[in-house]
DNA sequence: CTGAAAGCGCTAACAG
DNA sequence: CTGTTAGCGCTTTCAG
């Protein structure tokens, strides 16, 4: 038997043709919904694609219609659940839209992140969504504005990239001004990031809050790491246990897991939480909600973060000359018991 | 001036090679660093792609050379920690030798990684590692075993496609052994994931180890979930906890988050962890030794599962008729003080 | 409604 | 060392 489904060797659409007894024009014109084909020969045209096992090779079709239908997204740590909500609003909508979405771990790498941002260069993915720190976005907006890409999370207002966000000064303000009203006067901001913009704002939206309450920040009180682990959260918390009468008694971690961090350091320091020290972290990760105290935390929109993203980058796909703006989203304060 | 960095339109190969005043042929030459090309002509290409500012279109190489150097990782859940470092290792592999890594979430769903596999398929890809569900695995394995793929952590040992992952039932039955040895009789599983290997597995693990050390399981003692939630393990624990004097001493949940789930679980019900009951969990992802008590679990050498799985991949790519073996990987048990 | 022919942008013989 | 010439497998005018 010469038919089989099996593809023996590579079959193309010139195997195709033939097969059915038409040009490679018609088949292409089957494959690609064309209406004008009468029924009878669609039809012979379907049948060798079927006997024959035939595949499209997608590589040629895009080549020649010069588009993947492949989106990038860039994430700086795959390691880091925050994430995972984003990223599954972003493939939704691209799925919807007919493109896959496929992601890269730079590990905020500058090097790794340009080697990603060759493959829209070298047209093999048609745009690209950045979640990677803003410094590190830097130098790509200045050499690459003009690639079709968006920033989302972290972004430089300023790079003519579309970009969308949450407003961390306000939240960071919202989040001192709810331990203000519940009488804590000595707040502590264990900050991260070196290079995030996130890190700036909420340590300006910090010490704005503190200052419209009338509080002089204790130099003391303000963390700066360079790292989102536990165990940082945990050295911070002792450093700060250890201040004795200057104490504060509330924590602001910028992230949850190390808000989880600083309470098991101030645990082991022998304090309460929330008794002693009250903890807030950033993020709602799934696990917040089942640490003990649940924490108390700010939470991102994050779903619709991924899927208003991917909806700048389709429209500027669509017309790459269209004026895509920049959105800011809200956040909300989930009270818990932590604080 | 019509010499600029910035491309207006697309340039290509042709317009370098006219600038240059050479042929395409010699532009190809030098772009892939053949050596047979005089060093004066070569600085004269060089210039001339400098100065035009052309990027080269690897969709057109790639239909050429009949490859994408694009490989697949398809992970069933992004926002499951647990992968974090197998991806890790499985990028570190693929980019050392000249190949771009790109993640897929397939939602553990057939239909999705059906159309990951697509790109294989459709020569976008030259090969992916799949981390789904074996159940997920298998009609995929039976339509498309002839692809270049390769199965990590989750396989069919049957199924013909190279596979690499740690001896669950092993591992199973050493926590057993673990906990038995502590003096413990009474020892609950709490299971999890339909279609999943490991599921299989560790519970034969776990039945077979109990038989050894002479104890009949209480049918009460095993919990099947469909989740990996933290909120699945609590109510484990919570049904657990109510069993009276057939209440478990000890508990085994086959991954980590469930375990602390189980933990929080234990202590809602006014059960102290480890006096009253021993958890141990599974995959020791990073916040099992943060909480409270640390979480005694199994160690699965993630990195090097990525790194063997990439291995097992190229070497498939590389000579596609070779003999590609099926191997496991050891594990550890890490004790720490939930159990 | 269908076919012939011209490329998409690149690489790889094959000559010279 | 360099240029000419064929395509890779597909889509898309342009004719008929």
Redesign the interface.
Known sequence: MSDTVRPREEVSIADVAERAGVSVATVSRVLNGHTNVREATRERVLEAVASSGY??????R??RTAE?R?L?TMVP???N?F???I??GI?SVARQNGY?M????TGADPLRER??FD?L????ADGAICLDPAAVQKALAEESS?LPWVACCEFDPAAGVPYVGIDNHLAAGDVVRYLTAKGHRRIALINSGHGYLYGRQRLAGYRDALKDAGIEPNPAWLIELDSL???AG?RAAAQLAALGDARPTAAFAVSD?LA??VM?GF?GAGFSVPDDVAVVGFDDI??A????PPLTTVSQPMQLLGETAAELLLKRLRDPRAEVPGVLLPHRLIERRSA
Do not use: K, M, Q
């Not at 496929?102 to 771990?105: G, I, M, P, Q, V």
């Not at 909600?289 to 003990?292: L, N, Q, Y």
């Open positions: 595949r499209i090779n997608e590589l040629a895009n080549l993947s492949l990038l740590d795959f390691g659940p994430y995972a909500a990223v599954r493939d896959f496929l992601l890269c771990d080697s990603y493959l260069r070298g047209r093999r003009a682990d536990y165990d945990e897991t989880i961090g098991n645990r799934a696990v909600a089942h640490v003990d």
